[in-house]
């Protein structure tokens, strides 16, 4: 199981970015898979979560301070998950990873039974 987080940057606050995590070797609608971030000195934070396509019913979770301006989706046809990061503020600056259980069917594990990770990409907001 290997896993490609990538699309970080430096942006403007209010700006946009799109995370894409990629899979290698397994088919990703087949898994939940999860969207964290550390930002420095901090621990790290469950940010969203898609359930599996395949066994689960898809459904998407995003933590309360990244609702209505972040979005969690899946293109199977890339096999890939991607994090669409609208208004962004200074205080999303961090290392965004995705991650997956790996378990076939999951719906979103609580935020300690992921056991897959990607390396991360980061992510700066600044003026």
């Known amino acids: 199981v290997q896993l490609q987080a990538s699309g970080g940057g430096l942006v403007q606050p209010g700006g946009s970015l799109r995370l894409s995590c990629a899979a290698s070797?397994?088919?990703?609608?087949?898994?939940?898979i999860g969207w964290f971030r550390q930002a420095p000195g901090k621990e790290r934070e469950g940010v969203s979560c898609?359930?599996?396509?395949?066994?689960?019913?898809?459904?998407?979770y995003l933590a309360d301070s990244v609702k209505g301006r972040f979005t969690i989706s899946r293109d199977n046809a890339k096999n890939t998950v991607y994090l669409q990061m609208n208004s962004l503020k200074p205080e999303d600056t961090a290392v965004y990873y995705c991650a997956t259980d790996g378990k076939y069917g999951s719906s979103c594990p609580p935020v300690g039974k992921y056991d897959y990770w990607g390396q991360g990409t980061l992510v700066t907001v600044s003026s």
């Open positions: 898609i359930s599996s396509g395949d066994g689960s019913d898809g459904s998407t």
């Open positions: 070797g397994f088919t990703l609608d087949y898994y939940a």
